[in-house]
């Protein structure tokens, strides 16, 4: 329990976190700081190309065997079964609407790309190594929690729309084609194409990630302070919940699956997390009727600071205590 703390009291004053910190203090003040959407854009695509491309020549460093196979097997799984779990909670807790608890359960079998960068800087902070290929693992884990999500709605003869547009922000999402893409060219060109542009990968990441992190906060922000009164204590008391269960699933997993202590972290924060990109797109689509202000208040106001500040040393330090490092 002292080793957690101390890891929480660690992560809290670096300059990551108090770059969110800063951008939600500043959100809750009504000051007018913002960072320019073209700017945040930019940032974004900077840090899924970097993390993108650093795993994909990380696997071409470790090549391919059955353990990555398996992970990749196991992280669609979780995507998959994540939200039936999250939605069971979400019944018990609260009394939000079939399709609004449907909505906020696919965010929780997705996943947070940024979540999932803060912990390999924490990791790479920490010295412990982690298999590269996990970033393929986030990218599998996107989609599918948007079709579970989609069968709670039907099972309870709610109507859902699955035309080609669903298919499309699913697949071709952006987010999601850049971390494939890259990882594609990481592993491709491997460590000789990683130290062609390892200046521009590997030095600037921490600093990018400080300024998005930063428009992560006032967004936050924003959307707890409007959305002040629609959440109840159980939804609140579900952020949290939801991401420790999910990391005990993704621990057990990782263990199952033989990976590394930097490797189970990792699985445990992907499971443990909940998209607010992928997602949120694809509910406007498939379903329009469920309330934005409850599953991006969730995932981004109360899940994402939740593992940004404990959850992640909690991951650590469990994933260490098991694993005997």
Not at 149 to 162: E, H
Not at 235 to 264: C, R
């Amino acid at each position: 329990m002292t080793e957690i703390f101390s890891l929480a009291a660690d992560n809290l004053i670096s300059p990551i976190i108090l770059s969110f910190v800063l951008g939600l203090v500043a959100s809750f003040a009504r000051s007018d700081l913002s960072i320019p959407e073209a700017v945040a854009k930019g940032l974004s695509i900077y840090l899924l190309f970097s993390i993108g491309f650093k795993g994909g020549a990380g696997v071409a460093a470790h090549g391919i065997d059955a353990t990555l196979v398996g992970s990749l097997i196991a992280g669609i799984i979780l995507s998959f079964a994540l939200p039936f779990i999250a939605y069971g909670y979400l019944r018990i807790l609260t009394r939000l609407p079939t399709i609004d608890a449907a909505a906020v359960a696919a965010h929780y079998g997705s996943i947070s790309i940024v979540t999932f960068v803060a912990a390999t800087s924490v990791l790479e902070g920490r010295g412990i190594p982690s298999e590269g290929y996990m970033v393929a693992v986030a990218a599998v884990m996107e989609a599918p929690a948007i079709l579970s999500a989609l069968w709670l709605v039907m099972r309870s003869g709610k109507s859902a729309d699955v035309e080609e547009g669903l298919w499309r922000e699913i697949l071709l999402n952006g987010s999601i084609v850049l971390l494939i893409g890259a990882f594609l060219i990481g592993w491709i060109t491997g460590e000789d194409g990683l130290r062609e542009i390892e200046a521009f990968v590997v030095a600037p990441f921490k600093g990018a990630l400080c300024l998005f992190l930063l428009d992560m906060g006032l967004v936050a922000g924003r959307g707890l302070r409007e959305s002040r009164g629609i959440l109840g204590v159980g939804a609140v008391a579900f952020g949290v919940l939801m991401p420790v269960t999910g990391s005990l699933i993704g621990l057990a997993t990782a263990l199952l699956l033989g990976l590394s202590t930097g490797g189970t972290v990792l699985m445990m924060v992907l499971a443990a997390s909940a998209s607010y990109i992928a997602v949120p797109a694809a509910m406007r689509v498939a379903l329009p009727d469920a309330n934005p202000s409850i599953y991006l208040t969730l995932s981004l106001g109360v899940t994402f600071p939740f593992n940004l500040t404990l959850g992640i040393p909690l991951y650590v330090a469990l994933a260490g205590a098991v694993a005997g490092q």
